[in-house]
């Protein structure tokens, strides 16, 4: 990263950007952090068990479905009940992992352990070895149920769980993944995905993903200033290029995306080329983003001490729940980086990154927003789960908030294996 990465945000702010960003930049103030520091905020406790009193046993650990739906059910000893939706994509693959492997190792624990217990179960029987999104989508499922658990006990949101439940309102921005399709086509679309929710913000894919040829080939050189053209000055834009160029491609492409005042450039090449990642992030001045696929505390840690990216992004599902994904935020903010988290699937995984900005001050300013699912009912009282003006409310309920509709909870299977 070059020194004027502030200058780079400065001029952004001059394009009329900065006023849509309200000066939540907290990556312009980017700075060294020694591993010691990195450490120390790591190890800060993230859950307040001190609101629970009593101990809560786990006694039950289900994994339900229901048409295309996959939701977690955990029960206490004193019958307390915690629900919250997967990641229906991948634990329809993933689900003997945690079945076998993720939930008896909760059963009978005190789920006000659940600090030690995500790490325990990391551990135990040598689970390491299966280290990855598989075992970590798992064990993200069960903690968000243990999560909801507690808030139900608590009466409290798992904002105020986790930290301090501040921010109510959280702006949403639209991703869209049309490669394939012309520059235009794309504008297109996109413009009509926008407007639908009224954001102020917009994330487009550029290159090919993971090395493979752009399509059409001359997609990303028309996209970018097409993109700025057609949204105007006060649009944030972002751009993901999901891995797809080695380091002389991605600074060429990065120069353009800094001509037009794209806010960010996320895994510019392959997510787990950390050191090439890093000299695109020295070359350039554009905040770098990244971190989506990665399951590692440890190389989040290089990634923040090297100044490899600018902004981190866990993924809630991939990383392994809120707790693990907090611990990424307390040293990016060490190192006075925002960490905006990713968020994997479809149905309400959209409300756990809505959640997370609620209560983590470096989460950033937009979270994503992939819309309300049809097929999930789910009912909220204090929340239309809607987006209107580029805005959705947090749900302020207990837990997630959220209530499934019983009879889809009735219908539902219990899948064993
Ligand atoms: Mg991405």
Redesign the pocket.
Known sequence: MKTNRREFLKTSLGAGIGAALGGKLVHAQTRKVSLEELDTAAKKSVLKAELFKDPITITAIDLLKNGEEWFVRVRSKDGAIGMAVSNNERIEVFHPILNKIVAPYFIGKDARQLEALVDGVYVYDSNYKLQGLPFWVCVASVEFAILDLLGQIAGKPVGDLLGSFTRKEVKVYRANNDRGLSAEESVRRTKKRVEEIGAKALKFKVGGRLGFTDSPPDRTEKLIPLMRKTFGDDMVLMA?A?GSYHVAEAVRVGRMLEEYKIIFY??PCAFDALEETKQVADTLTIPIAGG?QESSLWRFRWMIHNNAVQIVQPDLFYFGGFIRSVRVANMAAAAGMECTP?ISGSSVGYLYVIHFASFVPNAGEFMEYKGKSEKMPIHCETSTLICKDGIVRVPTGPGFGIAIDPDFVNQATVVAG
Do not use: L, R, T
Request: no cysteine; charged share 65%.
């Open positions: 993901d999901n996320e895994e989506e990713h």
